[in-house]
């Protein structure tokens, strides 16, 4: 089974603080992304990444970076902590070959509050 | 552009009746169409998938899923709903094979016993 792992479920922090969220992949995906969701809103994606060092830009990436120095890892990074970035957090992978092909697989989530 | 929409917030059913989750879609070019649920508290777990070939997908669960192109649709069936299907699906549209996807805002089911 793809095992996309979130290290933080709930996170509080303070609005101006510098925010990691961390996301790894154990099967090999060339591809991860960041969404964000909210309720009415779905999901929306903040950056992807087709390969190790490579990003780009999603639906809503302002006030958001990312690093991708090794393919198993994607971390998306708040600069500066707002409180309209409390949210639910999704990272996901994608792989290329065989049965698994072209679906994105979800980790489990982490929940961000900013006071 | 792509697009997709749920036009229900939530559905209501009960158990042992049959359930149907909607979801309309706009591409510019041939769709890939997934769907997934979200049990509370949790990341989003794959249902099924439509790539191309036969108009009804099977998928987890007993879930299946039919495609159809004229009416640009990918309603989410299973013929007998349990109260553990009680949850938040997602309907998502990519234009391209390795593309972003699109997710609509999702369908609140309600499964009563």
């Known amino acids: 089974d793809v095992k996309v792992t979130q290290s933080s479920r709930y996170l509080v922090k303070r609005t101006g603080e510098k925010v990691f969220l961390e996301c790894v992949q154990d099967?090999?995906?060339?591809?991860m992304f960041w969404y964000r969701q909210d309720p009415g809103l779905g999901l929306r994606l903040i950056y992807f990444?087709?390969?190790?060092?490579?990003?780009e830009k999603g639906d809503i990436p302002e006030g958001y970076s990312v690093s991708r120095e090794k393919k198993e890892r994607f971390s998306l990074i708040l600069e500066s902590a707002s409180t309209n970035q409390t949210s639910m957090y999704l990272c996901?992978?994608?792989?290329?070959?065989?049965?698994?092909?072209?679906?994105?697989?979800f980790g489990e989530g982490s929940w961000l509050t900013v006071v | 552009a792509q697009s997709v929409a749920q036009p229900e917030d939530q559905v209501n059913v009960a158990e042992g009746n049959p359930l149907t989750v909607k979801c309309t879609y706009s591409?510019?070019?041939?769709?890939?169409l997934f769907w997934y649920v979200q049990y509370p508290n949790r990341g989003l777990q794959f249902l099924l998938k439509?790539?191309?070939?036969?108009?009804l997908v099977k998928g987890s669960y007993g879930f299946e899923a039919e495609f159809n192109k004229s009416q640009t649709s990918f309603h989410l069936k299973k013929p007998s709903a349990l109260v553990s299907d009680s949850a938040l699906y997602f309907c998502?549209?990519?234009?391209?094979?390795?593309?972003?996807?699109?997710f609509g805002a999702g369908t609140q089911v309600v499964v009563t016993p």
């Open positions: 996901a992978s994608r792989g290329g070959q065989g049965l698994s092909g072209n679906t994105i697989y």
């Open positions: 099967m090999d995906h060339e591809n």
């Open positions: 990444s087709y390969d190790v060092k490579m990003k």
């Open positions: 591409v510019s070019g041939n769709p890939y």
């Open positions: 439509y790539i191309t070939g036969d108009n």
């Open positions: 998502a549209v990519s234009e391209y094979s390795w593309g972003k996807l699109q």
